[in-house]
């Protein structure tokens, strides 16, 4: 009876399923594996019904071609393997709710991107930009609107700063990738000093807000360097609360709000919200103390502590074996949110894992093959 329901039921019921019980079912029967194929293809699979992402840990020394992600349906750890990558990577960030990746190669002196499904294990270079530099600023722009079924949403990659002339001056310009022609072009120019910031004191990616990228420096107190694309592009900065007490800070984009995530020493980890463009910051949460004790472990330091965030979450986390705290939107209706803790991986399936740093990034799995730019 169950393999011979017609395909717009089964499409429903599929709708609902989280990406690893849509995986089983593709393989039940030949009539399940048919209409999972179809569904996979068509923008129903794009709504899926309350998916929530999975998080992506990935080696942050280039250590090995593989990362681990966490289901936060079944609340488990799987391995995916990346050997279908030719060098060693780490996440730069996710492209909307398309499940690809943007990768940046950590064993290329040399500036490059990659994006990829590590679901479908699919990968593509992007062009090079037109000035060779190293270790620039980068910031991604996802454009408004609902791509074709597998297909990536349109992009922009802004890159800012860097190294140029093989590391002897900085490159104190900005140039931005847009998928739609696959090609980059020259924005402008910017002041030298957030030209050095941004390639010596920014060790994470930047967060788009309300039409300008943020990125978070930690030259001597901790700043923030703002590029307003939609002002003719403006470049100020902005203080942040505690500057030079901060072990550790983040940026994260909430409810479409520019939020800093931030702690000191022997303190709990901090949530602050950027109020206006004026530069004012208002605490909205604070992690309970024993996850941040739990987090920490022996080390009461918070110098180790990277954050990652996307809409609806947001997640502190050291390493792969000491587990996370999330701050996630439980009640969308209520705007409730609450802090939780997610178990790290220590073993799958039996076999230990040995600890290691690791760059997390969000994701929403994508089992349907991708269309890239």
């Not at 950590?106 to 270079?125: E, H």
């Not at 702690?263 to 463009?277: C, V, Y």
Request: net charge positive.
């Amino acid at each position: 009876m169950w393999s011979d329901l017609p395909f717009h039921i089964l499409d429903n019921v599929f709708s609902f399923l989280s990406v690893d019980s849509l995986a089983r079912a593709h393989l039940a029967c030949r009539n399940w594996h048919l209409c999972a194929t179809s569904y996979l293809a068509s923008p129903l699979h794009r709504l899926r019904r309350g998916q929530p992402p999975w998080f992506l840990a990935l080696p942050s020394r280039g250590r090995g071609l593989s990362c681990y992600a966490h289901n936060p349906a079944t609340q488990t750890w799987c391995h995916l393997s990346l050997d279908f990558f030719p060098e060693p990577v780490r996440p730069a960030a996710s492209i909307g709710a398309s499940g690809i990746l943007l990768l940046r190669p950590s064993s290329s002196v040399v500036f490059k991107l990659a994006i990829c499904n590590p679901f479908t294990r699919q990968l593509r270079y992007l062009p090079a930009p037109g000035r060779i530099r190293t270790n620039p600023a980068l910031g991604v722009v996802v454009l408004p609107g609902l791509a074709a079924s597998g297909s990536a949403p349109g992009f922009k990659i802004y890159v800012a700063g860097g190294m140029s002339d093989g590391g002897a001056s900085y490159e104190p310009t900005l140039e931005v990738y847009e998928s739609s022609s696959d090609t980059w072009r020259m924005v402008g120019s910017m002041p030298v000093e957030f030209a050095v910031r941004l390639t010596v004191w920014a060790p994470n990616e930047s967060v788009h807000v309300g039409g300008s990228l943020y990125w978070v420096t930690s030259a001597r107190a901790y700043s923030l360097m703002a590029f307003e694309i939609g002002s003719g592009g403006r470049w100020r900065e902005l203080a942040v609360p505690f500057a030079d007490r901060l072990e550790f800070a983040g940026l994260v984009e909430i409810g479409g709000r520019l939020v800093l995530v931030g702690a000191m020493f022997k303190g709990p980890a901090r949530l602050w919200r950027l109020e206006g463009g004026s530069g004012g910051w208002k605490l909205i949460t604070e992690a309970p103390a024993e996850m941040g004790e739990r987090l920490l472990g022996r080390k009461p330091s918070w110098a180790s502590v990277k954050c990652v965030g996307i809409e609806g979450a947001a997640c502190l986390y050291r390493d792969i074996e000491s587990g996370m705290i999330v701050w996630r939107e439980v009640e969308e209706e209520e705007k409730r949110w609450e802090w939780s803790w997610v178990e790290g991986c220590s073993s799958i399936r039996g076999r230990k894992i040995h600890n290691f740093a690791v760059r997390g990034v969000f994701l929403h799995p994508n089992l349907s093959p991708s269309i890239f730019p």
